[in-house]
């Protein structure tokens, strides 16, 4: 037996043979071309079928992992169109009279070091991508096919790493899990991962050789272990662990389509929060009643640039109407903090939790927050969406917000594009400044959500980054409790419901302490809307 240490980034344990991703091999070799036309139009014609490869790919992704995720193959499209990387191209095959494959491998090594030795971590990232991108020409221009992924039974995949077009080609009804020598667990296999809900453990490094090809193999998820050739003894544990985690989620899917309702009869709704289109799957696999937080700064994180309102009214659309007429609560941007974006420009902060982030940023710069609220107002029409603003501290931030809605509205009356007029308008409560006056802001929105992250990081003082602090970070710790309970009660008195989208809601220690305080929601992580449901079940 072999045993291999790595980071899982999707838990549950998968059993079956490894099947190693292979790429057909291609040898590059310089040599000389009399007819540099020929050879020019030799290249344009693989790049032209390369780009068209890539639309077909952004057409399955969209239906297997949705749009925010399938924009990957848009950003690859760009790049093979992108004249710097062309006219190196055709610069190297005209000046030194050599072929294509030549051309694109030299230009593929040249950008990706380019890339891989910036400070930007984005740009560091495009390193790969322009890899993918040439080897989907190499292998046009060495008429070889795509790597091979066919499988004849279901099967651990095991690779150095996956790209993007690789994942999306895998026939998913045979994938028991993923295996990696390298990745990050916000990489590509790791989002298929989450969201097909099968095991995978990403960083095994070299010890997870291509040898293993064909071997039995133990896929560990919860501890990020791989078991290569397993004994007696190490099998039948882990068979014994996959069953038990199998009973777990048996007797959980029991509870589909029950009321969240305590045994006395007191009701709660139970949400999901997700960051991304592709998210949705596991919150209907999973029965929550609705979205009670859409991180749309993912949408920003995601992208090179701005994203236009078409490419989010077509996100915030297609979540609307894949929940079918079920609450969909969509969190204004709130970059900054942790959360940056290069493309925004932002000034380094000696404390970025307190300073320029979130509707800070919207209301000092209006066109990038007018381009969102057309796109919401506009995919409203679509499904029962509601609009939460983050990191709010005073009325008069309420009151700016409604002139710009109205503007919005005006702009797009005037414009004849459809839209709905009466959204349902939310505040996160997250600042201890929002919940002193949680009484007033009750008056002009129409319902709270509870950030408990950031509650809990302003009421106790604590950054909530620093790890050093982590014995001091108390969640539970009585004025945080305090607080919460002191917004459902101004809430409630206002006539207007209240509900958690922090993790805290999802600790199932503190659901009986939240069902006393009256709270109307709990929005949790897809994976956790089930064992909540339990416990809400159980409470008197």
């Known amino acids: 037996m072999f045993t291999i240490s790595g980071k899982s980034v999707f838990g549950g ?23 540099i036309d020929a050879e020019l139009k ?18 399955k992704a969209l ?66 991508d322009v ?14 096919d ?41 990489s590509h296999t790791a989002i298929l991962a989450r969201t097909m809900n099968i095991p995978a453990v990403i960083g095994l490094g070299e010890d997870l050789q291509p040898s293993f090809d064909g071997k039995m193999a133990v896929l560990d998820g919860f501890t990020g272990t791989l078991y290569v050739d397993p004994d007696e003894e190490t099998l039948a544990q882990m068979q014994e662990k996959r069953q038990k985690d199998l009973d777990q989620k ?71 109407e894949n929940m079918a007429g079920k609450k969909v609560i969509i969190r204004t941007l709130d970059i900054g903090a942790d959360k940056q974006v290069d493309y925004f420009g932002l000034d380094k902060e000696e404390n970025p939790a307190l300073g320029y982030r979130a509707i800070r940023i919207c209301l000092t710069r209006p066109e990038i927050f007018k381009t969102q609220l057309r796109a919401l107002y506009r995919a409203a ?43 349902e308008l939310g505040v996160m409560i997250e600042t201890p400044a929002s919940v002193m006056i949680s009484r007033d802001l009750a008056k002009e929105v129409d319902f709270f959500s509870v950030g408990t992250n950031d509650l809990t990081q302003y009421t106790l003082a604590i950054d909530r980054q620093n790890s050093k602090l982590d014995e001091f970070y108390d969640p539970h710790h009585p004025a945080v409790l305090a607080m919460i309970r002191m917004a459902a009660e101004n809430a409630h008195a206002e006539g207007k419901w209240i509900g958690i989208c922090g993790e805290l809601g999802a600790d199932l220690e503190l659901t ?29």
Do not use: W
């Open 13 to 35: 344990v998968a059993i079956g043979r490894i099947t190693f991703y292979k790429r057909n091999q291609k040898v590059i070799k310089r040599s000389h071309v009399d007819d």
């Open 42 to 59: 030799r290249f344009h014609e693989a790049k032209d079928k390369a780009v068209s490869q890539l639309k077909e790919l952004h057409d």
């Open 63 to 128: 239906d297997d992992v949705g749009e925010a995720n399938a924009m990957i193959f848009e950003i690859h499209q760009m790049m093979l169109e992108d004249l710097d990387y062309l006219e190196s191209i055709e610069n190297i095959i005209r000046s030194q009279q050599v072929n294509a494959e030549f051309a694109v491998a030299t230009t593929a090594d040249n950008f990706a070091q380019m890339f891989a030795s910036m400070d930007d971590a984005y740009m560091q990232g495009r390193a790969a």
């Open 131 to 144: 890899k993918d991108v040439s080897e989907r020409v190499l292998d046009i221009l060495c008429g070889v």
């Open 146 to 186: 795509e790597g091979v992924h066919e499988m004849t039974e279901p099967c651990i995949v095991a690779a150095d790493d996956l790209a993007p077009s690789e994942t999306v080609q895998l026939d998913k009804s045979k994938v028991l899990g993923f295996a990696t020598m390298h990745g990050s667990s916000n």
């Open 250 to 320: 048996a007797l959980l899917e029991q509870l589909k389509g029950k009321d969240n309702v305590t045994k006395s009869g007191q009701r709660i709704n139970v949400y999901a929060n997700i960051g991304n289109v592709s998210d949705v799957g596991a919150v209907l696999k999973n029965d929550a009643g609705g979205i009670g937080l859409f991180r749309s700064e993912f949408l920003y994180l995601e992208n090179s640039t701005f994203p236009t309102e078409d490419q989010q009214f077509s996100v915030y659309k297609q979540v609307a």
């Open 381 to 423: 029409m679509y499904g029962n969406i509601s609009i939460m603003f983050p990191m709010i501290i005073s009325v008069d931030e309420i009151h700016r917000i409604k002139a710009i809605i109205a503007e919005v509205k005006a702009e797009l009356k005037e414009e004849g594009i459809p839209f709905r007029d009466e959204v």
């Open 512 to 540: 009986e302490e939240f069902l006393k305080m009256g709270l109307d929601e709990l929005s949790v992580s897809p994976s956790m809307v089930l064992p909540l449901r339990k416990r809400i079940r159980e409470c008197e």
